[in-house]
């Protein structure tokens, strides 16, 4: 929530935020008053209550539109860090640029952008919660895990076409194939390699991320471990 509420500047979204900030507060100290505990479920649900509204609210941000701007720079041939230059990897504009160049220009072109960075996110959260049933089995709490996820989910602006969201899928992948190496199975560990590389390619700044494969593999059994670290 604290999150969230750097991202509603506006005196209209304040207004949103504030009421159903305080009603949560006062809702959470007459159950600690009363010696009660406070389910994390109320507060995970008005998190997902705030990221809709942001979602309504929030307009063409810049951080959107230099992508598909940069894929359509290579539509038009030219050459990333030649001919431009941006920070970031040239990855996905090269992904992107096959679609722009056949699609015709239009607003609704970024409305299409957020549904699929949308569906790329549920399925994030998706293999999120399958990683923490097998590392934590019945402990884990599926409220406590959207609770964290909808406190985290704006800095990532979940619905805009980045980098982020796709080096976020194959990281989550690499991590759950990772799961599977100990035990003699060398196919989640080339996937899982090939994840993280795939991850790298989108944004390379997670590079130490790289090392969770090898970690998985020193989890298991002595035997066969050149054999896997080669993969």
Same mark, same amino acid.
């Given at each position: ?55 309504? %609210? +929030? /307009? ?5 539109? &230099?992508?598909?701007?940069? @894929?359509? *720079?290579?539509?038009?041939? #030219? =050459? ?45 959260? %998706? +293999? /999120? ?5 097998? &590392?934590?089995?019945?402990? @884990?709490? *599926?409220?406590?895990?959207? #609770? =964290? ?61 790289? *090392?969770?494969?090898?970690?998985? =593999? ?14």
């Amino acid at each position: 929530m604290i999150t969230v509420s750097l991202s509603f500047l506006k005196p209209v979204e304040i207004l949103i935020l504030l009421p159903l900030s305080a009603l949560a507060g006062a809702w959470a100290f007459a159950r600690f008053k009363n010696g009660g505990g406070v389910s994390f479920v109320p507060v995970a649900v008005l998190n997902f209550i705030l990221l809709g509204i942001w979602a309504v %609210l +929030i /307009g063409v941000t810049h951080d959107e539109a &230099v992508h598909m701007h940069l @894929a359509w *720079l290579i539509t038009q041939g #030219l =050459v990333p860090y030649r001919d431009f230059w941006q920070h970031t990897s040239p990855f996905l504009w090269v992904l992107m640029a096959p679609f722009l160049g056949w699609a015709k220009p239009s607003v609704e072109l970024f409305d299409l952008m957020r549904v699929f960075a949308g569906m790329v996110f549920l399925v994030n959260i %998706l +293999i /999120g919660w399958q990683i923490a049933r097998l &590392v934590w089995g019945e402990r @884990a709490k *599926l409220s406590l895990y959207l #609770l =964290v996820l909808s406190s985290v989910a704006m800095s990532a602006q979940f619905l805009l076409l980045r980098p982020d969201v796709f080096m976020t899928f194959f990281l989550l992948a690499a991590i759950r194939l990772s799961l599977d190496i100990p035990g003699e199975r060398p196919w989640p560990a080339f996937l899982a390699g090939i994840s993280v590389t795939l991850a790298a390619s989108f944004i390379a700044k997670q590079y130490f991320l790289c *090392l969770l494969p090898v970690l998985a =593999v020193f989890v298991g059994k002595k035997e066969g471990r050149a054999g896997l670290l080669a993969l």
